[in-house]
């Protein structure tokens, strides 16, 4: 696993969090708008630090737009139904 690629995503995701979680409290106007655009934000950088777990510090670095969009998708590998 690449701990510190992962760690920027969960502390990222963390920010994301605390941020849309502050301004819900404080705001009576916050608006479905910007919780979607702080819930895509946050999901994104949860995604990716499965999705792209195991990627190289190379890889991170220099990823492409397809990169990108694949590791941004929701979890793929993870079974999330109740039997």
Excluded: C
């Excluded at 995701?13 to 910007?34: C, M, P, Q, T, V």
């Excluded at 195991?54 to 109740?82: C, G, H, N, Y």
Aim: no cysteine; hydrophobic share 35%; glycine share 2%.
């Amino acid at each position: 696993m690449n701990r510190e690629w992962i760690l920027f995503h969960l502390k990222e995701a963390h920010k994301e969090l605390r941020g849309a979680i502050e301004e819900f409290e404080k705001r009576s106007d916050y608006d479905e708008g910007e919780y979607l655009v702080a819930m895509m934000h946050l999901y994104h950088h949860l995604n990716t630090a499965w999705n792209s777990k195991d990627v190289s510090d190379e890889d991170a670095r220099t990823s492409s737009d397809e990169s990108f969009s694949k590791w941004r998708q929701f979890l793929p590998d993870i079974d999330m139904s109740v039997d």
